[in-house]
């Protein structure tokens, strides 16, 4: 009668060796591929958020929504629920307004996707004044873009290392494979790296300014 050979202590632990490394090997792409997941379920999420924006503006003089007006808290985002955007778990929200990527949403002034804040405004400060959508250069002006810390507005200041790559992973701006999201009033959407966003900086860039 045939008696299987047993496996020795060594060979067992070779084989175990073999598996560590790899999963080893595996594990990396496995993360590498979730996280392309959450880039394009983050980037078709600013898709639908942008066509509600241009929607809005159709139908209201070319203007996206306030963020704020006198004697009203709403922000820019519970303007578009429900009648553009579904609602969410909170009122004045939607799922889409949450990124993958992103700690969760837990009031309804939080958006995991922050607006340029020259497009909705900004009534503390004269020269931040709504301007309408039709004098922009979309393909470079920024419509959205990956939020810092669930801010709902994005501004110039915000575009340095202090909040693009430094911090907790739930507070970066360059949530997704070190790039940030970012859509353009053209329609455009993709993820752009830190030294991209370094360089728009300042106000007077075409990344910022709906009049250029």
Known sequence: MFIPKKFTLFELLVVIAIIGILCSLLFPSLSKVRDKTKQAVCLSNQRQIGIAIISYADENGAYGPLHKDTGNNQRWHNRLTPGYLPSGPYSGTSDVQQCPSAFDISVSWESAIAINIKLCGDPNSEFLTPVPI?????????????????????????????????????????????????SFLDGSAKGKSPAYLYQRNQWSHTFWDLQK
């Open 134 to 182: 039709i004098t922009a250069t979309p393909e470079e002006t920024m419509m959205l873009i990956d939020s810092y810390k669930n801010w709902p507005r994005s501004r110039s200041g915000y575009m340095d290392p202090d909040k693009v790559v430094i911090g907790a992973a739930d507070e970066i701006i360059a949530k997704h494979l070190k790039k940030a999201n970012v």
